[in-house]
């Protein structure tokens, strides 16, 4: 199975591409989609939506897992990159149902057995359950994977957290 994790983002979206068999986890790739912030946000959003096409084209995965997003502060930067993670779920959805997402909190208690972890706790766990020679980077890459993680690791129960 390919599971293709995302960390919606405006500025920089990242993605983790895992292939899962039977107990074994293996890295695909990962990386981001970035878009510069002097550009009018429609063509922001159309270079998500064309990023993440290219995503699906190229991973063909079989499940597509996002983190929720939690804004606690900033209503502004929240409505962008709500924006930005619509436009991913349209992409995605055009090519399979099998969306589904994941809580901050979850990622890190799949992960590290802890949801309370740090970022560092969070991604040298990445690194090592995936065998990795080091940590992904940009974070966001990494928050990706770990996203990717936490769908592998739900499997039994993935209908729980299927986008509705």
Sequence with gaps: MII???DPGLATLGYGVIEVENDKRRVIQYGTLNTPAGQPMPYRLQAISRGMNQ???IYQPDDVAFEELFFSKNITTG???SMARG???VAVVERTPNLYEYTPMQIKQAVTGYGGADKHQVQMMVKMLLNMKEIAKPDD???ALAVALTHANSMHAKHLFKIQ
Excluded: E, S, Y
Aim: glycine letters at 6%.
């Design 55 to 57: 995503l699906m084209d």
């Design 4 to 6: 293709l994790g995302i």
């Design 87 to 89: 436009v991913a779920l």
């Design 79 to 81: 409505m962008a990159v």
């Design 141 to 143: 890459a990494a928050d």
